[in-house]
């Protein structure tokens, strides 16, 4: 299993300023998933984080306003630029464990509660 | 249509409850995640099931790929089972989860 924390876990910024948020995981793990859930909605998943490489964004989503940092296998970060009220989310990281006997889960960190004034 | 659909978005039960959350999807999949989200956000992966049935403690999870759904079952329910339950499905060849709209459990003594 991985074990994965985030930082903040919540927080109340301007709008047009900055917030950075923390994922670090137990184990080193390939690949690491940014998710946003605006408010009453399920989880969007913002992009997609390798080791060594730059991110994979989804449709809507783009490295302007989101980049993204994977130092190394345990590490990363997302940062939300230029923040708007419709910024205001739980922003989630998760992890693929390929654990043995071929199978695999999702970890999910515990999240940032982020409000936009 | 969303591809994940489930069912219903928000139960109420009296504790000792049988309960039963339906998840429904319309792509290919690897495999199917159940997960739990506490009222802070915190997300717990419950059961991912390729087939067949799972069981943890008092949660049971099915699923059927034919008909392309899935049940997740708690049995004797408990206010601390109160809190939204997520169905997501892996697409097939690919590491990405598409997510259902989430159950609100609130389960009252």
């Known amino acids: 299993s991985a074990v994965i924390s985030q930082k903040p876990s919540r927080d109340i910024c301007q709008r047009g300023t900055s917030l950075t948020i923390q994922c670090q995981v137990d184990?080193?793990?390939?690949?690491m998933f940014w998710y946003r859930q605006q408010p009453g909605q399920s989880l969007t998943l913002i992009a997609t984080a390798n080791q060594g490489s730059e991110a994979t964004y989804e449709s809507g989503f783009v490295i302007d306003k989101f980049p993204i940092s994977r130092p190394n296998l345990t590490f990363s970060t997302l940062t939300v630029s230029n923040l708007s009220p419709e910024d205001s989310s739980i922003y989630l990281c998760?992890?693929?464990?390929?654990?043995?006997?071929?199978?695999?889960?999702?970890?999910f960190g515990p999240g940032t509660r982020l409000l936009v004034l | 249509k969303n591809e994940v659909e489930q069912s219903p978005q928000n139960l109420t039960a009296q504790e000792g409850e049988f309960i039963t959350i339906n998840c429904s999807y319309s792509v290919g999949i690897s495999a199917l995640h159940w997960l739990q989200q506490h009222p802070g956000g915190g997300i717990v992966s419950l059961f991912m099931?390729?087939?067949g049935k799972k069981k943890h403690g008092r949660l049971i999870a099915t699923i059927n790929i034919q008909e392309k759904h899935s049940s997740l079952h708690i049995t004797a329910s408990h206010p601390r089972d109160s809190a939204v339950y997520i169905c997501a499905v892996g697409l097939y060849n690919t590491d990405k989860l598409i997510f259902g709209t989430g159950t609100r459990l609130q389960v009252f003594p």
């Open positions: 184990s080193q793990v390939t690949m």
């Open positions: 099931l390729s087939s």
């Open positions: 998760s992890v693929e464990d390929h654990g043995g006997a071929n199978w695999e889960t999702q970890y």
